[in-house]
């Protein structure tokens, strides 16, 4: 799964996430990222980072998280994530791109994002959401259980 763009093949790239109950959108996004950066590291957000800002915990903690997604043979470095700034993130790992779904483009987050990133070099790229199956959508879907 190794295939990189070879201009990419240099490049650190990131993609953050809170990646709780692991389904189909968080594959496409790890995959897609794997195909244009050389180094994939991938950071877990953390179960108090989640909670202020969604105003709930991850059903799945920390630590399986991670486990999950150092397991599963995309990724080569997975980091937890304490921070909704992502510079705080960039500081440990120097990463050269940011990856996010496009639901993030042209919002104000986003915009905050691609100001924060460039003032450090780093470009956002971002690639499709998967609209149809997200962590939200299943909560609701067992809550209804």
């Given amino acids: 799964m190794k295939k990189v763009e070879p201009d990419a093949a240099s490049l650190r790239g990131y993609v953050p996430g809170a990646w709780d109950m692991f389904h189909i959108g968080h594959l496409n996004i790890l995959r897609r990222a794997r195909q244009h950066c050389g180094y994939l590291i ?19 903690p920390l630590e399986e998280r991670m486990e999950i997604l150092g397991s599963i043979g995309i990724v080569d470095e997975v980091v937890p994530d304490y921070s909704v700034n992502k510079l705080d993130v960039w ?12 639901d993030w483009r042209g919002t104000a987050k986003g915009h905050k994002l691609e100001a924060d990133m460039a003032s450090v070099g780093v470009e956002v790229h971002y690639f499709p959401y998967t609209p149809q199956t997200s962590s939200s959508e299943l909560r609701r879907v067992l809550a209804a259980y």
């Fill in 42 to 60: 991938v950071g877990a957000v953390s179960d108090q980072t989640l909670f202020d800002m969604k105003g709930k915990y991850p059903i799945v």
């Fill in 91 to 102: 500081e440990r790992t120097k990463f050269d791109v940011l990856f996010k779904g496009d």
